[in-house]
């Protein structure tokens, strides 16, 4: 479960975040379009599937006659993608657009709407044009120095961030809200690849590209690293051990003070141990001491480090 109420009630009734949850196929990879529906549905996110046309049926105001493509496929993939900018750009929420090929975790929706729920809290995307990417290729030296805390961490215990980058090579799983969709729809036809054209539009900083780090989806197996939800808590007992077991004769690793802040990503199946930090499993509350670890919600996180 994701910490806080405010991450859970961003991550309840997924679809109705979005005015749509889209994923583009293509006619001529059916075996990544069969790919992609078992994904969807071992992870339990309802998208609507829309298949790319054929590179002879694209109309030229959408992809120039003269566009760089280097597959079969490729005009009507990008053709694809600015058809849903006109369905986003018509309505007032943002569309989650995914191809095909991808590997997600089992709750990529609900991470997904926790992460767009930071953006529309924090980068006002219905004034300032952004684009939230939840898989991509990024050169280090493109990364900015701005990003925003999210209540989600890795298993490995890193904490997952949304960092705003100058560029992001791929566009295969990316958020887009109406005002950033009509700014891309201005400057039609694409004479490029659909990362190529938003790249030009944050050269000449008419928008922002925010990415999930580290990534959320990857197209590549050894790119993949799920997430799991965090909850933060805070030491509100004088000291607190630390045990390798949920169990109060665990063999004790360590030990809280009072204040101390700690993450943790599992908690144990009764829900009165939490296991923090990846160091080892903590009490909660003690029968005879009462509370020894109490929940930060969302509001008391005062750590910006935030644009």
Not at 142 to 154: A, D, H, R, S
Request: aromatic share 6%; proline share 7%; charged share 25%.
């Amino acid at each position: 479960m994701l910490g806080g109420p405010q991450a859970r009630a961003d991550a309840a009734d997924v679809a109705s975040k979005f005015g749509a949850i889209v994923h583009i196929s293509s006619p001529t990879r059916p075996d990544l379009t069969d790919q992609i529906e078992m994904m969807l549905d071992r992870v339990k996110l309802a998208a609507v599937a829309v298949t790319a046309k054929d590179d002879s049926e694209v109309a030229f105001k959408n992809v120039a006659q003269e566009a760089v493509v280097v597959r079969e496929g490729d005009r009507g993939r990008v053709d694809a993608h600015v058809k849903l900018w006109r369905e986003c750009a018509s309505g007032s929420k943002p569309f989650l657009i995914l191809e095909d090929g991808l590997m997600m975790p089992p709750k990529v929706g609900e991470a997904t709407a926790h992460c767009t729920a930071v953006v529309n809290r924090m980068c006002d995307p219905e004034h300032n044009p952004v684009i939230l990417y939840l898989g991509g290729v990024i050169d280090p030296s493109q990364w900015k120095e701005q990003w925003l805390p999210t209540n989600l961490q890795q298993p490995n215990g890193e904490r997952v961030v949304l960092r705003e980058a100058e560029r992001v090579y791929q566009s295969c799983a990316y958020v887009v809200w109406p005002l950033a969709a009509m700014r891309l729809l201005s400057s039609l036809p694409l004479r490029t690849a659909v990362d190529e054209f938003i790249h030009v539009h944050l050269m000449q900083q008419s928008m922002r590209a925010l990415v999930v780090q580290p990534l959320l989806v990857a197209q590549h197996l050894e790119q993949y690293v799920p997430p799991v939800p965090v909850t933060r808590y805070r030491v509100v007992y004088k000291r607190v051990a630390v045990r390798n077991a949920p169990q109060p004769n665990g063999f004790i690793e360590g030990g809280l003070n009072a204040g101390d802040e700690v993450l943790a990503t599992e908690h144990s199946p009764d829900g009165k141990w939490a296991h923090v930090d990846g160091k080892g499993w903590v009490l909660l509350a003690h029968d005879q001491y009462g509370t020894l670890l109490e929940r930060i919600e969302e509001d008391d996180d005062a750590s910006t480090g935030m644009m």
